[in-house]
């Protein structure tokens, strides 16, 4: 299933999910340049170039590349409802400004990190890629609209354009901001974790290794143009379910306050990721917790 060694541009390489791909297609003989505003924690594998770079700003590197994994954005449904302009140019302007960058390059194949947002509430049955969406949040949106300029592009300019629907993803290295990562460090330092709503809500808890394997599966598709993909576990699992596990990682009870749910949530996300299975080949290995 791998694909031919290629010489491929991760962008947001620093971030939590880059770092773990930028592992994978390293091992998997790629060359790799990962490409963020900022340097990573950890040094990035031996023989990974890196490329200090505002995508927002079009300063695009000058190096050719046989394909972009574009995962930089900024992250979050909640804080994109106060700041939906930053989310504007940074999660579609600059998605606009890379593909410009690879029809002139003429980069042969583009993955995109897209997100389960898309398809907004649910009624708790899996999301297919063929269910309607209805994004709530300008993160979603956001993220929805770099779909369909992809799809322009992959029409009009003969561009592989795949879109990977990412479900709540976990894993060593998570951002501070996400729920079990919060939980672990609000519980250690002894702080109140605020839940919105009863923590009934449920996700499909992705773990980062297999979201790494997937964009690894998209580079060796051996089809063409515009496709998008589900990759979850088609299980989902509670908020309280992820602060008792929390707990159970800490060995310390939380402290917990219970407030209004926020507008930018939905009640549940899960995924059918069948197409994923038997298209590119590829299926979860590690499950939560």
């Known amino acids: 299933m791998n694909p031919d ?3 491929v541009l991760v962008t947001g390489g620093s971030g939590f999910i880059g770092r773990h791909v930028v592992q994978q297609l390293a091992a998997a003989g790629h060359a790799v340049a990962a490409l963020d ?9 031996p023989g990974v170039s890196t ?7 079009g300063e695009l590197p000058d190096e050719s590349f046989d394909h972009i994994v574009h995962l930089a954005a900024l992250g979050g449904v909640r804080p994109s409802m106060e700041r939906p302009f ?23 194949r583009f993955i ?3 997100s389960s947002s898309v398809y907004g509430p649910t009624d708790g049955t899996p999301s297919s890629e063929e269910d309607p969406l209805s994004p709530c949040s300008p993160y979603a949106l956001t993220k929805l609209q770099g779909e369909q300029w992809g799809r322009i592009f992959a029409e009009k300019h003969g561009i592989d354009f795949i879109a990977l629907r990412l479900f709540a993803v976990w894993g060593p290295g998570q951002r501070p901001d996400l729920a079990l990562e919060s939980f672990r460090r609000k519980i250690l330092a002894g702080e ?10 449920r996700r499909d808890l992705t773990h980062v290794s297999d979201v790494a394997r997937a964009v690894e599966a998209a580079l060796a598709w051996s089809g063409h143009g515009f496709e998008v993909f589900n990759i979850g576990t088609g299980t989902n699992h509670s908020v309280n379910d992820m602060l008792r596990a929390a707990e159970a990682w800490t060995g310390i009870t939380a402290k917990v ?5 926020h507008p930018a949530d939905v ?4 995924a059918d990721a069948r197409k994923a299975e038997s298209v590119l080949g590829w299926h979860p290995l590690t499950r939560f917790p």
Do not use: M, V, W
């Open 51 to 57: 490329i200090d770079c505002d995508l927002r700003r």
């Open 257 to 261: 306050h219970y407030g209004p749910a």
């Open 112 to 114: 995109f990190a897209s």
């Open 5 to 7: 060694p290629a010489s």
């Open 192 to 201: 109140t974790i605020t839940i919105h709503g009863d923590g009934s809500q």
């Open 86 to 108: 930053d989310y504007l140019d940074t999660n579609l302007g600059a998605t606009i400004s890379l593909l410009e960058h690879a029809r002139k390059r003429g980069l042969r």
């Open 37 to 45: 505003l900022r340097p990573p924690p950890e040094p990035h594998p």
């Open 267 to 270: 009640p549940g996300t899960l």
